[in-house]
């Protein structure tokens, strides 16, 4: 069984910095394509960032591009999300998803696996 556990979230002022990260517990995570997906109450969840298996090709949603990066860790079996410029429409709870396909895939029914979340709050 994959475990998928996030750490990292919390409270920030607009503009801080945070980053978040996700250990995944069985194979390395290189063995898997990993993403990051967020969820505010009432909507849908939203895909971020995912880091493409083999080649690590990274692909990121239109409003976070250029203000967060997802890098892996083989070594520790750590995905990361760094998180710059944070604004208050970056508050939601963030989970991060594995699965074991070698594309990018921006739909979270895709995914097989999941983390618990956690929830990142940027203040105004």
């Known amino acids: 069984q994959v475990q998928v556990e996030e750490s990292g979230g919390g409270l920030v002022q607009v503009g801080d910095s945070l980053r978040l990260s996700c250990a995944v517990s069985e194979r390395t995570s290189s063995g898997y394509t990993m993403a990051w997906f967020r969820q505010t109450p009432g909507k849908e969840r939203e895909f971020v960032a995912a880091?493409?298996?083999?080649?690590?090709?990274?692909y990121y949603s239109d409003s976070v591009k250029g203000r967060f990066t997802i890098s892996r860790d083989n070594a520790k079996n750590t995905v990361y999300l760094q998180m710059n410029s944070l604004k208050p429409e970056d508050t939601a709870v963030y989970y991060c998803a594995a699965a074991d396909f070698s594309y990018v895939a921006t739909m979270a029914d895709e995914y097989d696996y999941w983390g618990q979340g956690t929830q990142v709050t940027v203040s105004s």
């Open positions: 880091r493409r298996r083999g080649d690590g090709h990274t």
